[in-house]
């Protein structure tokens, strides 16, 4: 990505993406041309995303900072399929259903500094994170624990309900692979990371009020 032009922010931003993603663009075997314009695509929706939700956020248009994020989303969508083909971009869906779980556990390294996580344990507590989403039924809407400003206090408040059962298991199955030390670090970061989520919603309902009604 060193060829795209970018501020300290979208640099940044770019960094943390090409994290995220290689693992998936490694495993679909891409050019580097085909590699650079996904990772364009994927950073242009993230920021003008962002751009856009602070705009309309500034001017309290709630229902049209959803409708312009989700055209952006589709927008993204048609030119990654048009980039990857039919079942290259399958794959891009299927992993992108945990990229929620690759950002937290980047978020997250930080905490692990004095007991540093393997590449193996990573990998364990990536695939421990996905068995816990799948095994925990959403009932708030929506395919994951993801959380939105258009959410109803109910949503959060199942979506919160859901994410602390998918932490315990998490944690019950991260016994078998972490260290004692490693393991109070993860209770502590999830707690932390939840603790995070209840926060961002009281500071929505605030800005917005409850949208139970």
């Known amino acids: 990505m060193s060829k795209i032009s970018a501020t300290t922010e979208e640099q940044r931003a770019a960094a943390i993406l090409e994290r995220l993603y290689a693992p998936l663009v490694k495993k679909l075997n891409l050019t580097p041309e085909q590699s650079e314009k996904f990772y364009q695509v994927i950073l242009e929706n993230k920021m003008k995303g962002q751009a856009q939700m602070a705009e309309l956020l500034r001017h309290g248009d709630l229902s049209r900072m959803v409708k312009t ?12 399929l048009a980039l990857l083909g039919t079942s290259d971009f399958a794959q891009y869906q299927e992993y992108q259903a945990g990229i929620g779980d690759r ?26 994170m996905e068995a816990g989403r799948k095994a925990v039924p959403s009932n708030a ?32 199955e991260a016994a078998s692979f972490l260290s004692p030390a490693q393991l ?3 209770g502590s970061t999830q707690a932390k ?6 926060t961002g919603h009281a500071k929505a309902q605030a800005m917005f009020g409850d949208k139970t009604a």
Not at 193 to 198: E, N, S, V
Request: charged share 30%.
């Open 69 to 80: 994020v989700a055209d952006f989303r589709k927008e993204a969508d048609a030119s990654l």
């Open 103 to 128: 950002g937290m556990l980047e978020q997250t390294q930080k905490d692990f500094a004095e007991h540093p996580l393997t590449e193996e344990q990573q990998q364990h507590l990536l695939a421990a």
């Open 141 to 172: 809407g929506g395919s994951d624990a993801g959380f939105s400003v258009a959410d109803t206090s109910d949503a959060i408040n199942k979506k919160l309900s859901r994410q602390e059962s998918i932490d315990k298991l998490v944690l019950e």
């Open 184 to 186: 109070m670090i993860l």
């Open 193 to 198: 990371m939840l603790a995070m989520r209840k």
